[in-house]
C-alpha cells in the first residue's frame, strides 16, 4: 500500500512510502498527535451544533421546539453529506483563478486506500479525512445561524433547499476566497476561524432571508416593538454553554495543529473575549434600559466569542478583552436597532453573527500591526456583499417558486403541531399523548 506525501524525509526520490516507512519515520509522531487533535476539535465543534438547537429553541416558543430541532438536524446531515459531495472542492479547488474553482465531486482523494492521503503536501500534519470532517462542521454551522434568523415562521421544506445550497455552493466558494487560497488570500485578509467566512455568511444571509419573510405575526403590532418571550431562559443557557465549549474546538482545532503555545494561546483570548463579551453586554443593558437582562448577557457572550474568531491567534489578551467588550456593547445596540428597523430576528442572530462577525475582522487590522484595516475591510465588505445578495436572490426565487412563509394560522397553532403532529411538551402545552390518556382511563 502506498500513500502520496511529499515530506523529505520519507522519500526523497518518488514521493511515495509505504504505511510502515511513514510510521517509522521521524515526523509520524507529530503526525499522529496533531491528527488527533484535529478530531477531538472536529468532536468539539460537532457539540456546537446542540449548543445551537438548545439556544435557538430556549429563546423562540414552546409551540415552535419540534421544528427547531428538526431544522437543526437536518441541516446537520445534510450539511455534512453536501459538503462531502461538492463543497469541499469548491472551497479547496486547487490551483484556481481565485474566484472559483471545482476540484470535481466527492472528497478528492482516493478512498480505497484506508489510512488516506497526508495532507503534508499543502502544510498540513493530517489525513484529508480529518480535514474535510473538521471544515465540515463549519460549513454546517452557517446553515445553523440562518435556522434562528428566521425561526417560527418559514415553511420548513424552503428553509431545507435554502440551507442546502447554503451550504454546497455559496459557503465554499467565499471561504475559497481565503482558506483556499483565492484572490482575498492573495490580498493580505485575515480570519483565523471564520468571523466572517462562517459566522458574518450565516449571519448576513439570515439577514436576506428575513427581510422577504417578514416578522412574526404580533412582532409589531401598533407601531410598537413587542417582547415574543422565549421558553426556556435555562435551556437557552445550557446551549451557550455547549457553545462556549466547542467553540474551543472551533478556534483552537483552526490552528491545524496541536502546537503547544499556540493553542493554549488561542484558548486564553477564546477565553478572555467571552468574557468581557458578557460583562459589557451585561453594563450596556443596565445603563441603556435600566434592566438585567439574561439573554442579553448570554448573547453577549456569544458576541464576544465570534468577535475573537478571526485573530484569536495574533491578538494580544488584553486586546482580546477589548475586542470582546467591544463586541458585547455592538450585540445589544444592534438588537435594538433591528428591532427599531422592524427587521425580526427572534435570537438575535444577525446581530451576534454578522455584526459582531464583521467587527471581529476589522479588529484584526486595527490591534495587529502586521494586518491591514484597509484590507481587512476589503475582504469583509466583499464577502458579505456576495452572500446577502445571491442569499437573497436565492430565497426570493425559492418565494415564488413554492413560498417561504407558513399560513397564519399555522403560524398561530405552532409549526410543532401544523408540520411535525406533536408536541415537545405535550402534557405543560395540554395535549394529552395517547399513551397518557390510556393511563388515564385505567
Known amino acids: 500500500m502506498a500513500i502520496a506525501v511529499e515530506t523529505a524525509e520519507i522519500s526523497q526520490n518518488d514521493g511515495f512510502a509505504t504505511v510502515e516507512e511513514f510510521m517509522a519515520s521521524p515526523g509520524f509522531p507529530k503526525f499522529m498527535i496533531d491528527n488527533l487533535w484535529i478530531l477531538i476539535a472536529a468532536g468539539l465543534v460537532f457539540i456546537m451544533h446542540l449548543g445551537f438547537a438548545s439556544v435557538e429553541s430556549g429563546l ?35 490551483d484556481f483563478n481565485g474566484f472559483f474553482g471545482f476540484g470535481g465531486f466527492g472528497i478528492g482523494f482516493d478512498a480505497s486506500d484506508p489510512v488516506g ?23 454546517a454551522t452557517a446553515a445553523t445561524i440562518v435556522s434562528g434568523c428566521v425561526t417560527g415562521r418559514v415553511k420548513l421544506i424552503s428553509f431545507m433547499l435554502f440551507g442546502t445550497i447554503l451550504v454546497s455552493l455559496i459557503y465554499p466558494i467565499t471561504g475559497s476566497w481565503q482558506w483556499g487560497g483565492g484572490w482575498l488570500s492573495e490580498l493580505g485578509f485575515y480570519d483565523f476561524a471564520g468571523s ?27 407601531g410598537r416593538v413587542n417582547i415574543i418571550p422565549g421558553h426556556s431562559i435555562p435551556l437557552a443557557t445550557v ?27 488561542v484558548f486564553v483570548t477564546t477565553a478572555l473575549a467571552a468574557c468581557a463579551g458578557a460583562i459589557a453586554s451585561m453594563l450596556t443593558t443596565q445603563v441603556v434600559f435600566r434592566s ?6 448570554l448573547n453577549g457572550i456569544l458576541a464576544g466569542l465570534v468577535g475573537i474568531t478571526a485573530g484569536a491567534d495574533v491578538i494580544s489578551p488584553l486586546a482580546a478583552v477589548a475586542v470582546g467588550a467591544i463586541a458585547g456593547v455592538l450585540v445589544v445596540l444592534a438588537i435594538t436597532f433591528f428591532d427599531r428597523m422592524k427587521v425580526d430576528d427572534p ?57 417561504v412563509r407558513v399560513t397564519d394560522g399555522v403560524e398561530a397553532a405552532g409549526l410543532d403541531i401544523s408540520e411535525h403532529g406533536n408536541s415537545a411538551y405535550p402534557y405543560f402545552a395540554g395535549i394529552e399523548t395517547e399513551a397518557a390518556a390510556t393511563a388515564d382511563k385505567s
Open 60 to 94: 423562540t416558543q414552546a409551540k415552535n421546539s419540534v421544528n427547531v430541532i428538526y431544522k437543526n438536524v437536518f441541516i446537520l446531515c445534510m450539511g455534512i453529506l453536501t459538503y462531502a459531495f461538492v463543497g469541499f472542492q469548491i472551497m479547496y479547488p486547487g
Open 239 to 265: 446551549g451557550v454553554f455547549l457553545l462556549w465549549f466547542g467553540w474551543f474546538g472551533f478556534n483552537g482545532g483552526s490552528v491545524l495543529s496541536a502546537d503547544p503555545a499556540t493553542v493554549s494561546y
Open 117 to 139: 492521503m497526508l495532507t503534508s503536501g499543502y502544510g498540513m500534519d493530517m489525513t484529508i479525512w480529518s480535514d474535510f470532517i473538521f471544515q465540515a462542521m463549519f460549513a
Open 292 to 297: 438585567l437582562d439574561a439573554p442579553m448577557a
Open 347 to 403: 435570537v438575535g442572530a444577525i446581530s451576534v453573527h454578522g455584526i459582531c462577525g464583521v467587527w471581529g475582522t476589522l479588529a484584526v487590522g486595527l490591534f495587529v500591526p502586521q494586518y491591514s484595516f484597509f484590507t481587512q475591510l476589503i475582504g469583509t465588505l466583499s464577502v458579505i456583499t456576495f452572500t446577502f445578495i445571491l442569499s437573497y436572490a436565492l430565497f426570493s426565487l425559492i418565494k415564488f417558486a413554492i413560498g
Open 196 to 222: 466572517t467566512l462562517v459566522h458574518a455568511v450565516g449571519g448576513f444571509a439570515g439577514l436576506a432571508c428575513v427581510l422577504i419573510l417578514g416578522a412574526r405575526k404580533g412582532k409589531f403590532d401598533s
